[in-house]
């Protein structure tokens, strides 16, 4: 049986609180549709592996542990919220992640990346430099958008690796976890 995967880094319930109350924030200036994501559906994913068979679980899972082992628990900043993806018309709204802790995870996803290919997990490998961003918001439109960049000033020291399994359903997308490797202390 198939499952569509993705590997990704969950966040804190503290610092959900915390984006929540940013978004509230933010929320009142949209008349227009706009659909705000659930609190649920908020995390930093690292590498999406798309449609995956269930025998591809353990090469997938011995790639992850092979990314963890030597990685330290990676402290995440988040810089500001503003819309996304930068260079091109606008369609969501992001927490985007500050440079710094965008290149130590980096490093991590080239390191699970590579863990991939070398065990056999096909799926599409991205080359371009990692940019941590959370989707909070999606809209179809980029007219008469109102101002929302804001800074947002909070981090959170991650401490694993998660396999999640997206589902999706009328209500909108449902993860799961599959399984968790922690990082090193």
Request: no cysteine.
């Amino acid at each position: 049986m198939k499952k569509r995967l993705f590997i990704a880094i969950n966040l804190p319930e503290d610092v959900k609180d915390k984006i929540e109350k940013a978004v509230e924030e933010i929320r009142y200036k949209f008349i227009n549709d706009v659909r705000f994501l659930s609190r649920d559906n908020w995390h930093i994913t690292i590498t999406f592996l798309g449609d995956q068979d269930d025998k591809s679980l353990p090469a997938i899972i011995q790639s992850m542990k092979g990314a963890t082992s030597g990685f330290q628990q990676p402290i995440i900043r988040f810089a500001d919220i503003d819309y996304g993806p930068k260079g091109k018309p606008p369609r969501m709204i992001w927490l985007n992640g500050a440079a710094e802790s965008a290149k130590d995870l980096d490093v991590l996803k080239r390191n699970l990346d590579d863990g991939l290919v070398e065990n056999g997990v096909i799926f599409k490998k991205e080359r371009r430099h990692f940019n941590i961003h959370i989707t909070l918001a999606r809209f179809s439109f980029s007219e008469d958008l109102p101002v929302i960049k804001s800074d947002f000033k909070t981090s959170f020291q991650a401490k694993s690796l998660d396999m999640m399994e997206s589902r999706f359903l009328r209500s909108g997308a449902e993860y799961n976890l599959l399984q968790t490797m922690a990082f090193k202390l």
